[in-house]
């Protein structure tokens, strides 16, 4: 229970007052489709950087949290799902809106993320610092398998081509190597100025997360949008309180499988919605009502997608592998404060931890008050036009990019990643193992080398890092990740083929 | 799931959305371009991985270069043999609608953000991308007003947290 200790710094002025922030301006910022809750955080990053770390963090980790819930707001009220996590609440929450219970499918939206979210972050609370722990015995040569699987592991289950996915992986880990090697006091892959300081983690989390969006939106060209906000009917509060804690079961797989899907690495809060969803409508006694404005599917999908983000968040902070790509960006936040994740984090910065990680919990619940209260306005934002929104974030993510070092190759280097992820990501490369190589990179070279040195010392670096159980289990999981990745992407071409056939 | 989309326009939960059902609107050369272009980057990458000194400083580059060149080449044999039709790729008027504004980003990025200075460039690019791609009229004094009024609000706001909040100093340039 150390984390009971630790409550008190949630509430001081300007914590507070940022969670707060945060909490609001995630929600609007997640109601925006276009505006994924990974490239909110990596824009926010910049801001963190006059803020103490525990400040830092509280802002980061509020506007994950609410970016995710508030994504519900445009999925109920416009159709239009605000982050690919919300996919399956707009399926029954539009359905409901339309019904004119608009107003009654926010409340149960916002409760049961926040009932979601409580329960994940709690997972957090109790399975972190056990891993942490287990995580302590981890040496030089387990650490590199570990920075290696969670590039296989996101590369392999966050692309639709596993070949594109650990290509995507294999060009993060050669970003992170460029500039100078600092033990051996050499230059590479230095092919301009630019680059002669490496190619800085927060820089590049805003090209890669926030240009290809722009440019995404800049492809609807002067098409008008066609976003017609439904009306917000009153509804009682009480009631779809009631309503959420009697929907056990939804509230149940909702929250056992978005943890679940938090705790492995890569795989999101859109498949923790779809599966949520999927399982209560199979398990329900009417699964034909479902799509038709059933509030058990969005209690299911919201209550998923939120308690995926606490239990993501447990391999990043133990092992430095994060569960989401949001995680990865959060990871990047971490490292600029100065806070390496692994078995010691909670014994070297348990006041910045803590703090964190209770600021989550307190988050939850102004998340759930601040949601029900600012969703008609942030469905407003929602109908900003395309044109604003992609000129606004370009300019953003020039001044972040350009904030970090106060350089201009930062931003050079922002923008031709940026636009270099839009026509990867066109053609099946995927962001997520481009930019867990890049964080990765750093760790699993500094201990392959550190693993390199020991084992020249004792044995053969073949020896040292290809023997011992935990090795063995760690390269095991890595072709096991590769392997299933290859056969799902067999048994997918060969379903569609069948489906062509047809 | 189909009737969700039809309603609604781009973005990347909709991408998301539609990924595994989008058809691919690329010709079979359109994905072999990039396939060239990476086996390219990983040839060059490998190639300097094992020819430059000290050697030890690109042990590990050797390593990854080397797994990074073997799945380049086999992404470019499945791209030669037409079976990496994976995502869409560029439909020939998407590229006409978005050339015009990277052309943009790229000339305020390397050029217009150092020479004009930050805050003048990032007005006028704010204010030319915004112009460039309402859907609203360009022959109506009330659209026109409400662009100046949004570029002028939004850049007030950039500059109350950039340079007033995070003290960040940006480039002057000619302008400001």
């Not at chain 1, 910049?46 to 506007?63: E, N, S, Y």
């Not at chain 1, 992986?169 to 600092?182: A, Q, V």
């Not at chain 1, 390269?475 to 569609?496: C, D, G, M, P, Y």
């Not at chain 2, 609107?25 to 371009?33: D, E």
Request: aromatic share 10%; hydrophobic share 55%.
């Amino acid at each position: 229970m150390e984390f009971l200790q630790y409550f008190g710094g949630v509430f001081e002025p300007t914590s507070f007052l940022l969670l707060l922030g945060g909490t609001i301006g995630g929600l609007i910022l997640g109601a925006t489709p276009g505006l994924s809750p990974t490239m909110a955080v990596a824009l926010l990053i910049p801001f963190t950087f006059q803020l103490a770390p525990t400040q830092g963090l509280i802002l980061l980790g509020a506007a994950y949290t609410s970016t995710v819930a508030g994504g519900a707001v445009s999925a109920i009220l416009l159709r239009i799902p605000g982050a690919p996590a919300n996919i399956a609440t707009a399926l029954d929450g539009n359905a409901m809106a339309k019904q004119g219970r608009g107003a009654e499918a926010l409340h149960i939206s916002f409760l049961s993320s926040g009932i979601g979210g409580v329960i994940g972050v709690l997972l957090l609370i109790f399975l972190t610092p056990v891993l942490a722990k287990w995580a302590l015995a981890f040496g030089p040569s387990h650490l590199f398998w570990m920075a290696i699987l969670g590039v296989t592991v996101i590369g392999s289950l966050d692309s639709k081509s596993f070949v594109k996915g650990l290509l995507s992986g294999c060009l993060g880990l050669w970003l992170s190597m460029i500039g100078y090697d600092d033990i051996q006091g050499a230059q590479r892959f230095i092919f301009h100025d630019a680059l002669t300081g490496g190619v800085s983690i927060i820089t590049a989390l805003i090209g890669i997360f926030a240009i290809p969006q722009v440019i995404d939106m800049l492809a609807a060209g002067r098409e008008k949008q066609n976003i017609a906000s439904i009306k917000v009917e009153k509804h009682s509060f009480i009631d779809s309180l009631a309503l959420t804690l009697s929907s056990i079961k939804s509230l149940s797989i909702g929250t056992v499988v978005g943890s679940f899907i938090g705790l492995i690495p890569g795989v999101g809060g859109q498949i923790a919605g779809l599966l949520a969803y999927d399982q209560t409508k199979k398990l329900s006694s009417n699964p034909e009502s479902f799509g038709q404005g059933n509030p058990q599917g969005v209690i299911a999908a919201e209550s998923a997608n939120n308690a995926m983000v606490g239990p993501s968040l447990v391999p990043l902070l133990t092992l430095s592998i994060p569960g989401s790509p949001t995680a990865a960006v959060l990871l990047g936040g971490l490292l600029i404060h100065g806070i390496f994740p692994g078995g010691d984090l909670f014994d070297n910065h348990p006041e910045v931890i803590w703090t964190f990680i209770n600021s989550m919990l307190v988050g939850q619940v102004l998340m759930v008050i601040f949601g029900i209260a600012v969703a008609a306005y942030a469905a407003k934002v929602a109908q900003v036009p395309k044109a604003i929104m992609a000129s606004a974030v370009l300019v953003l993510a020039v001044f972040g990019a350009y904030s970090v070092q106060q350089s201009m190759g930062d931003v050079y280097v922002m923008f031709v990643l940026g636009v270099g992820m839009y026509f990867l990501e066109k053609f099946g490369f995927s962001a997520a193992p481009l930019v867990l190589g890049l964080i990765l990179g750093p760790i699993a070279e500094a201990n392959f080398i550190q693993g390199s040195l020991i084992a020249n010392a004792i044995s053969s670096p073949a020896q040292y890092f290809l023997t011992g159980s935990l090795n063995l289990v760690l390269i095991a999981l890595v072709i096991a990740s590769i392997l299933w990745s290859f056969f799902s992407t067999q048994k997918e071409n060969r379903a569609k083929k069948e489906a062509n056939s047809l | 799931m189909s009737e969700l989309t039809a309603n609604t326009d781009d973005s990347s939960a909709h991408d998301a959305l539609n990924s595994t059902d989008a058809k691919p609107v690329a010709s079979r050369m359109g994905y072999l371009i990039p396939a060239v272009l990476v086996l390219g980057l990983a040839g060059f990458v490998t190639y300097i991985s094992y020819t430059q000194e000290p050697a030890d400083a690109f042990l590990f580059p050797r390593l990854i270069s080397s797994v990074m060149l073997i799945l380049a080449l086999w992404n470019f044999v499945r791209a030669a043999l037409g079976k990496s039709k994976v995502g869409q790729g560029i439909a020939a008027r998407v590229w006409l609608r978005i050339v015009p504004g990277i052309l943009l980003m790229a000339a305020f990025v390397f050029f217009a953000a150092k020479y004009f200075g930050f805050y003048a460039a990032s007005t006028a690019v704010f204010f030319l991308m915004y112009s460039g791609y309402d859907p609203a009229s360009h022959l109506s004094v009330k659209s026109w007003r409400r662009r100046v009024i949004v570029t002028v609000a939004f850049m007030s706001v950039i500059y109350a947290l950039f340079t007033l909040l995070l003290k960040v100093q940006t480039p002057r340039g000619i302008f400001l």
